[in-house]
C-alpha cells in the first residue's frame, strides 16, 4: 500500500438519497454528507451531483490522498466488473456499468459492491464483527437483505450475487415476492411485511389501535406504527410483531446452519424495535438450532454507516 495515499471515498446511493463519506483507513469518518437526489431518473445528472459533493467535500491535498472510492448499491452487482444488473431502488440504472462510469467522472479507482454485503464487510472490519472469522450479517428495513463473512473473507458466490438472505423461502405457501418467489422471507419479516400484514387484519375487521394512529388513512401504515401501537398494548400489534420476528428467527436459524457463524448481526431499521423483534428471534433460535452448535445474536455497531464502512473496506482489500 502506498502509505501517503491513506484516504478512501465511500458512496452509499439509494433511490432518493446518496450518502458521501471521506475516510482514512482506521474506518474512522473525517468528512460526511447526505443529499437528496435532485434527478432520480437522469443517472448522468446524479453523477454530476455527486462529482459536485466530492469536489466540495475534498481539498487539493485531500484529492492527492485518495487510495480509491468504494460505491455500495442495493441490488445486483457483477464484482469482476461493477455493472449493475438490477436494484430495487435504481430502476432506471439497470445493467449500468457504474464501476466504469464513476472511474471516467472522477479519474479514479473504484469499486463497487452490494450494500449489504458491504455491510457485512463493514461490521466484520471495523464493527461488531471485528475480530470473527465467520459472521452473517442481516439488514433487515424495507426489504431483508444479508452478507456472509467465512473464514475472514465476503462469501461472494461464482457471480457476485450470494447472500440474498431475503429471497430465502420460509413458507412454500405465502405470498409472491417482487422476486418472482414465493414466501420469500422478505414478504414474511421485512417492514413492508409488517405493514401488510396490519393491513390485511385491518381489512378483515381486527380491531386495532393502527388507525387512530394514521388518522383512519391505512396507507401511512409502516412498520413503525405497528411498533407504536404494539408498545401502547395493541394485541393485534403485538401478534404482527412476533410473527415477523418468528419468521426472522426461522431464516436466522437456517443462515446458522448453513455458514455457522460466531454471531448473527442484525441491523436495519426493523431491527431497532428491539425486544419486539430480538426475543422471538432468539426464542426461536433457542429451539430450532441443533444443541451443539453456538451463536451470539446482537447488533451492530456501526449505526447507520456500515454500509459507507464496507465500502471502505472493498478499497482497502483491493489496494
Known amino acids: 500500500m502506498d502509505k501517503n495515499k491513506n484516504l478512501i471515498l465511500a458512496l452509499d446511493m439509494g433511490g432518493t438519497n446518496f450518502r458521501l463519506a471521506l475516510a482514512n483507513e482506521r474506518g474512522e469518518i473525517l468528512r460526511y454528507v447526505k443529499a437528496p437526489v435532485e434527478s432520480p431518473n437522469e443517472p448522468q445528472q446524479e453523477i454530476k451531483q455527486i462529482q459536485k ?71 466484520h472490519r471495523f464493527g461488531a464483527g471485528r475480530g470473527c472469522n465467520d459472521l452473517v450479517y442481516i439488514t433487515v428495513s424495507t426489504g431483508i437483505g444479508g452478507g456472509v463473512i467465512a473464514g475472514g473473507k465476503l462469501l461472494l458466490g461464482a457471480s457476485g450475487f450470494a447472500a440474498e438472505v431475503g429471497h430465502m423461502t420460509i413458507d412454500i405457501n405465502g405470498p409472491k415476492c417482487n422476486c418472482g418467489n414465493t414466501g420469500c422471507l422478505e414478504m414474511l419479516a421485512s417492514g413492508t411485511a409488517i405493514a401488510r400484514m396490519a393491513v390485511e387484519r385491518l381489512a378483515k375487521g381486527k380491531s386495532s389501535l393502527i388507525p387512530r394512529l394514521v388518522d383512519g388513512d391505512l396507507r401511512e401504515v409502516n412498520a413503525e406504527v405497528v411498533e407504536r401501537a404494539a408498545r401502547l398494548g395493541d394485541d393485534m400489534a403485538k401478534e404482527i410483531m412476533n410473527i415477523a420476528g418468528t419468521n426472522l428467527g426461522i431464516g436466522v436459524v437456517n443462515l446458522v446452519h448453513i455458514f455457522n457463524p460466531e454471531i448473527v448481526i442484525i441491523g436495519g431499521g426493523v431491527s431497532k424495535s428491539s425486544d419486539l423483534i430480538f426475543e422471538p428471534v432468539r426464542r426461536v433460535v433457542a429451539e430450532r438450532v441443533m444443541p451443539d452448535i453456538k451463536v451470539r445474536i446482537t447488533t451492530p455497531e456501526l449505526g447507520d454507516n456500515p454500509g459507507l464502512l464496507g465500502a471502505v473496506a472493498l478499497v482497502l482489500d483491493n489496494t
Open 53 to 123: 459533493s466530492i469536489s466540495d467535500m475534498l481539498s487539493a491535498t485531500e484529492r492527492e490522498s485518495l487510495r480509491g472510492m468504494g460505491i455500495a448499491i442495493a441490488g445486483l452487482v457483477t464484482q469482476d466488473t461493477g455493472v449493475l444488473l438490477t436494484s430495487p431502488n435504481l430502476l432506471v440504472w439497470y445493467n449500468t456499468p457504474v464501476k466504469d462510469i464513476f472511474e471516467k467522472a472522477l479519474n479514479l479507482s473504484v469499486w463497487v459492491g452490494n450494500d449489504a454485503n458491504l455491510a457485512a464487510l463493514g461490521e
